[in-house]
């Protein structure tokens, strides 16, 4: 990633599809996420990228560095298996994946 960042520079805008390496990401020159962890914390992932873009590096990257637990529950299966349990623990309702997914262990 760092080597794409710097042999294009501003020709390319890059964003974190990684939800563990949005900081890291951001610090190469990246504008953004593509985030999974939003859908469970949406105000606590736009305050982590809007702090590193704001210079406040030392907020992002503890939030980055706290957020590891919830990212790796999110990423433990496929995607939106633990994004669906972990709404509808919140009581969001979002009822069990379609087939060929199948619901959370």
């Known amino acids: 990633m760092a080597q794409i960042a710097n042999l294009c520079g501003d020709n390319l ?12 990401i951001c610090s190469l020159g990246g504008l953004g996420v593509i985030s999974v962890l939003s859908n469970i914390r949406p105000k606590f992932t736009h305050d982590m990228i809007w702090n590193f ?17 919830l990212i790796n529950d999110l990423f433990s299966e496929v995607n939106p298996i633990p994004v669906k349990a972990a709404l509808n623990k919140m009581r969001f309702e979002f009822g069990i994946p379609r087939l060929p997914l199948v619901e959370k262990n």
């Open 13 to 24: 805008h890059i964003y974190s599809g990684n939800d563990d390496q949005s900081i890291p």
């Open 53 to 69: 873009l704001n210079g406040n590096f030392e907020d992002a990257k503890n939030m980055q560095l706290n957020s590891i637990p």
